[in-house]
């Protein structure tokens, strides 16, 4: 499956963004997802993740009640609104697609897209 993350961009403290991930060349639908993101300097880490049917999902603690994920399997999509952001989300972001239930390892999956870049000023 390929995906394509955008939706990033430069924001204030305090704003929000909508990231979305559209997805081709295999049925999404059969493939957990999630979004990671890269600072610079630092390594990759989980941001969130959602089930198949987009039932269950996952995040990480800094973002919980800040950041939602969904997707819209009719539309081979997925999402992440991100509100209330802070100088410390900024980073560049990925999306991935896992054949696992739901995952927040990086290893745990399969396909990557290539990262969209959302910057967040004080």
């Known amino acids: 499956v390929q995906l394509q993350a955008s939706g990033g961009g430069l924001v204030q403290a305090g704003g929000s963004l909508r990231l979305s991930c559209a997805a081709s060349?295999?049925?999404?639908?059969?493939?957990?997802a999630g979004w990671f993101r890269q600072a610079p300097g630092k390594e990759r880490e989980f941001v969130a993740a959602i089930t198949r049917g987009g039932v269950g999902t996952s995040y990480r603690d800094s973002v919980k009640g800040r950041f939602t994920i969904s997707r819209d399997n009719a539309k081979d999509t997925m999402y992440l609104q991100m509100n209330s952001l802070k100088p410390e989300d900024t980073a560049v972001y990925y999306c991935?697609?896992?054949?696992?239930?739901?995952?927040?390892?990086?290893?745990?999956?399969?396909?990557w897209g290539q990262g969209t870049l959302v910057t967040v000023s004080s």
């Open positions: 991935a697609a896992s054949q696992e239930r739901i995952a927040e390892l990086a290893d745990m999956y399969d396909y």
């Open positions: 060349g295999r049925t999404f639908r059969t493939y957990a």
